[in-house]
């Protein structure tokens, strides 16, 4: 294992702690990462190229071999967090930005650390990443859309420019990432032995700049409702995620994986969208979502996988052998 590699892995292990630092360094000294703040959309657009080299034909295969749960998976994600980020913003009474903001962040899609998630609680990781590739594909359309329903009356919502930036932030370099992967996996195998520290790296610089440009609003009196708010909105969406699974009679692993694919959002799209299109403070529920949802997410994996005796292979084997 060479060093960059050992980095990675470093970096994955520590990453919330890390997030959680980095964003305290720069509440307290914003020109760390001020000059960032108009650099997000490339920021990202590299993390999204990492997960287009990360995926292959196979993938998209199990889409078309096995699309009931993908499909459902995905429609539970995109009609549960943007509605109820919807409802906590009626239940609290949020108003402008910080309304946009929240339900922005649940308009987006699912969040990039899920499937790692979805590992670690020993879930469906193949159906986590296939929902996750395709609720990210389909973001163009949905996240403007569900911006034009539920925000609407907050705020004129520049739907055709959301629908253009989301398909050069993110499909772009999801596909390139796709073709590259497709006709030279060999000559990028270095390259992709970099990725998760390059893509770490690329997501802590986003939240870096996120917070240096707001950190004048982070805790304000308008702003104190948005910590729990941002909570709830995450773990209503980790309760719906697995009852919805257990209604259309998932098995446990594929439970596991649409509860993280429901409940954890891509808040790097958020923020970078809310800096480009709305006012910054209109970025801050999705900074506060991807620090917390990196705390959640790491508790209730660990809580599954110390509760899970059999792993994936196991259960889809003892499925197998009882039809």
């Known amino acids: 294992m060479n060093k960059v590699e050992r980095a990675g892995n470093w970096m994955s292990k520590w990453f919330t702690l890390l997030v959680i ?12 990462s001020m000059w960032l703040t108009t650099k ?12 287009g080299l990360t995926l292959t034909k196979d993938d998209f295969k199990r889409i078309v071999k096995r699309p009931i749960p993908v499909l459902l998976g995905t429609v539970a994600h995109y009609v549960i967090m943007p509605f109820v980020a919807w409802l906590l913003c009626q239940i609290f009474d949020l108003k402008g930005a910080v309304a946009v903001g929240v339900i922005l962040v649940g308009s987006c899609p699912s969040g990039t650390s899920s499937g790692v998630m979805a590992y670690l609680a020993r879930g469906d990781v193949a159906l ?9 594909l389909l973001a163009p359309i949905m996240l403007p859309l569900m911006l034009q329903v539920y925000a609407g009356k907050y705020v004129a919502v520049p739907a055709y420019s959301l629908f253009l930036s989301t398909l050069e932030i993110v499909v772009v370099p999801i596909i390139l990432g796709v073709l590259i992967n497709t006709f030279f996996s060999k000559q990028i195998m270095p390259v992709k032995e970099a990725l998760p520290l390059i893509s770490q790296v690329a997501i802590l610089a986003i939240l870096g700049a996120v917070f240096a440009a707001n950190h004048a609003n982070l805790f304000t009196s308008q702003t104190a409702l948005i910590i729990p708010v941002v909570m709830l909105h995450n773990l209503t969406g980790y309760a719906l995620g697995y009852l919805f699974g257990k209604l259309i009679h998932l098995e446990q692993p594929q439970r596991k994986a649409i509860t993280f694919e429901v409940g954890m959002q891509d808040s790097s799209l958020g923020a970078t969208l809310a800096m480009k299109y709305f006012l910054p403070m209109a970025a801050i529920p ?8 990196n705390v959640s997410g790491s508790v209730l994996s660990s809580w599954w996988r110390q509760h899970t005796t059999e792993t994936v292979e196991e259960m889809k084997a003892n499925a197998k052998a009882n039809n």
Not at 21 to 32: D, G, I, K, M, T
Not at 128 to 136: F, G, H, N, P
Not at 286 to 293: E, M, Q, Y
């Open 286 to 293: 999705s900074t506060i979502f991807s620090i917390w949802h």
């Open 128 to 136: 986590d990443v296939s929902i996750e590739a395709l609720s990210t």
């Open 21 to 32: 630092v980095w964003a305290f360094c720069n509440y307290l000294v914003p020109s760390l």
């Open 40 to 51: 997000t959309p490339y920021l990202l657009g590299i993390v999204l190229f990492g997960m």
